[in-house]
């Protein structure tokens, strides 16, 4: 089913986007409230979540949600009282996912840069732990709920550092919750590798390469949205 089949499939739902400030994140945000969500916009860059917020709103979609918050420097009770804010302002959820992205320090292991290794660690693998951590109660409470985390085919290749091995994490992360939610059967929960795409992040990793073949994150974003929109018995992936 493409995105664009059938309107308003997740009308009244309330869908958490990180990294929406850009790239691929901005794109599904803009996606999601296109099929009818409401969408809360999650990024540290502020005029770009607001530049996302005007698109939303302009298109006729309903009025979303930012939420700033730097993963970098988040912690434990700042997810916390997130989870507390959706709770409050909306009183569900029923979708988390999971765009924001460090690319890091590639080069060899031996020559990672301990401080960059951290960082980025921290917000491709620890940030979304802890996110999902405050966020499943809410996700949950809904039948046909969905976490989806981003993950990337150069998990395993040579010099990508902290990125590579987040992305690997983050699919064992994946696979943990999915099998501790199964016997539940609300929350479903997947992985989604959007492949070689014209964002920052790829610029940065193949500088050399003309991104002018690559499909724009619009062009892609569909993958999320046809996992959303999904009938409330699919499976775990």
């Known amino acids: 089913m493409s995105v664009h089949a059938e309107a308003d499939k997740l009308r009244d739902r309330v869908i958490l986007i990180t990294g929406a400030a850009r790239g691929i994140g901005a794109s599904v945000a803009r996606d999601c409230a296109a099929q009818g969500a409401t969408v809360v916009l999650l990024d540290k ?35 916390e009282q997130l989870a507390d804010t959706l709770q409050s302002q909306f009183g569900r959820l029923d979708g988390l996912i999971h765009c924001a992205a ?103 990793a193949f500088p050399a390469t003309d991104p002018v073949n690559l499909p724009k994150p619009e062009q892609i974003s569909h993958h999320y949205i046809d996992l959303l929109c999904e009938p409330d018995h699919g499976q775990n992936s």
């Open 102 to 204: 460090a690319l890091g320090q590639l080069a060899p292991v031996e020559h990672q840069d301990t401080k960059t290794w951290l960082e980025t660690l921290h917000i491709n693998l620890t940030g979304a732990y802890l996110l999902t951590r405050a966020c499943l109660p809410l996700l949950k409470q809904q039948l046909g709920s969905n976490l989806i985390f981003t993950s990337d085919a150069h998990k395993h290749n040579a010099y990508w550092g902290a990125y590579g091995i987040s992305k690997a994490a983050i699919e064992a992360l994946a696979a943990q919750i999915a099998e501790e939610s199964e016997a539940q059967g609300k929350l479903k929960v997947h992985t989604v590798d959007p492949g070689s795409v014209q964002t920052e992040l790829f610029a940065r």
């Open 45 to 79: 860059h502020v005029p770009g979540l607001e530049s996302v917020y005007d698109d939303i709103i302009d298109s006729g979609a309903p009025a979303p949600a930012i939420y700033p918050l730097d993963l970098k420097g988040a912690s434990v009770p700042d997810y």
